[in-house]
């Protein structure tokens, strides 16, 4: 089927950067919507950003002009480019692409297994 593998994530200071890659690989035909989540104990996984195939993009009000999502087609990758970051971004951050399209006409949903970021002085 369809198997994603997320890195990037670690442990940095506020104010500085990192970028989260989430690789696809499998029998995909098409990827229509990507898009990242973030999770901490005790809260409702929320949506971070996402980004469609014709490029739209959706972001949460906290992370609007610091996180920056893209994705490159030809390696079926979404990337999340996230900078001035804060204490508050600390989350294990999960990759989604809730509409694969795969051969044989099926249509599913994928989850990554998850990268911690951790923003602390």
């Known amino acids: 089927q369809v198997q994603l593998v997320e890195s990037g994530g670690g442990v940095v200071q506020p104010g500085e950067s990192l970028r989260l890659s989430c690789a696809a690989s499998?029998?995909?035909?098409?990827?229509?919507?990507m898009g990242w989540y973030r999770q901490t104990p005790g809260k409702q996984r929320e949506l971070v950003a996402s980004?469609?195939?014709?490029?739209?993009?959706n972001y949460a009000n906290s992370v609007k002009g610091r996180f920056s999502i893209s994705r490159d087609n030809a390696k079926k990758t979404v990337y999340l480019q996230m900078n001035n970051l804060k204490p508050e971004d600390t989350a294990v951050y999960y990759c989604?692409?809730?509409?694969?399209?795969?051969?044989?006409?099926?249509?599913?949903?994928?989850w990554g297994q998850g990268t911690l970021v951790t923003v602390s002085s």
């Open positions: 989604n692409l809730p509409d694969v399209n795969v051969h044989w006409g099926r249509v599913i949903e994928v």
């Open positions: 499998g029998d995909i035909f098409s990827i229509n919507v």
């Open positions: 980004i469609t195939n014709t490029g739209d993009t």
